[in-house]
């Protein structure tokens, strides 16, 4: 063999395996990007997922704070007509009676406790609305069957089932919507 063949024997082995060196690293830092935001996404769907089971929890107790508050106001509105009643009444014996169940059901609560379940769903929906920043159909539609249920809430209007049933329904949108958010990440 003479040396220039020696020579470009050498050069071609050096050439290749630097070529192959080269496009080694380059699939290496290929892959390494593609872990990295694989490792990104999982790491904002475990942050999603824990906002949304703190959304589910506060939901969860602004509904039941709005069912103790309906039956507080229901409670007054069964006194108030419970007088209503007994002012019509001809008999004595069934004012006595009607003025007492009247006292019953006005004073199984305070007015202290009421403007507390009203402070308390006032603190919850806010937080709520926090949860919700981004500006989103299924987001939106929270905070506007909120709004209607707060309309209901702060004028004591026991009758909102319609708004109470709202929330419940936009809320499992949402969470549906989340889901399916998720699972779209995940393929």
């Known amino acids: 063999m003479d040396i220039v063949s020696i020579i470009v024997s050498f050069l071609g082995g050096s050439f ?36 949304d089971n703190e959304l589910r929890k506060m939901l969860g107790s602004y509904i039941s704070h709005c069912y103790e508050l309906n039956r507080m106001l229901k409670a007054l509105n069964q006194g108030n007509s419970k007088l209503e009643a007994m002012k019509k009444s001809n008999s004595y014996e069934e004012r006595i009676k009607l003025s007492e169940e009247a006292k019953k059901n006005i004073n199984s609560f305070t007015p202290e406790e009421v403007d507390k379940l009203l402070k308390e769903l006032s603190e919850i929906q806010s937080q709520i609305t926090m949860y919700l920043f981004k500006d989103e159909p299924y987001s939106n539609a929270i905070r506007i069957a909120l709004k209607g249920m707060n309309d209901k809430l702060m004028s004591l209007d026991a009758n909102n089932n319609v708004e109470l049933n709202t929330i419940i329904d936009t809320a499992r949108n949402y969470f549906r919507n989340q889901w399916e958010i998720t699972n779209d990440v995940i393929k």
């Open 16 to 51: 290749f395996g630097v070529l192959i060196k080269a496009i080694s690293d380059h699939l290496s830092r290929k892959s390494q990007k593609e872990i990295n935001s694989m490792q990104l996404k999982e790491k904002q769907q475990e942050i999603q997922l824990e906002w």
